[in-house]
């Protein structure tokens, strides 16, 4: 589906507009979001070198449901939807699901901005609600690999809360 993106020139295209990207969040001073688009990019990059990406690792629900609280919905939403897309096509992730994963992050940014409460409880509200959603559509659309995907969710739920709950609060106040 996303096959184009794996092409040489795509990758290299891909990373540089993205370095162009971060250093001009930098410029704005937005370094805070900027480090972390550059750390979820390098955590994209070592799971697909590692061929781990059966652990639910990831960064793009963190960084778009603290950008969402710090910058607002639109913003929030564009982050997470640019970053998801990157976590999917650097490790080669595929299959029917990339159909509602990618969207999910929009109503991501929307959950963070109607959702009250710290970073901590709002973030693991996200991102329960996001590993329902496709554990549900999974069961659904793609119920052979619901096997493989509950480890995953499994796992992403355990590092986003504790992500949530150790640096949560931390990270939104040096982006705001």
Known sequence: MLDFLYTANSKKLLGASFLIA???LGVANLLAISVLIAISLLLSFAIGQWNIKSIGLELVTFITVLSAMSYG???G???GLVLIVFHIAIPHYSGAYVIW???EYALAAI???ILSGNAASVGITVTLALNAINILFTFIAYK???AK???YAFTNIIFNVIL???AGEFVLGLMK
Do not use: W
Request: proline share 12%; glycine share 0%; charged share 0%.
């Open 22 to 24: 971060i250093m001009a």
């Open 73 to 75: 919905t639109l913003a």
């Open 77 to 79: 939403a564009i982050i």
């Open 101 to 103: 994963v990618i969207p």
């Open 111 to 113: 959950l963070a901005n």
């Open 144 to 146: 052979p690999n619901l």
């Open 149 to 151: 995907y509950l480890p």
């Open 164 to 166: 949530f709950n150790q």
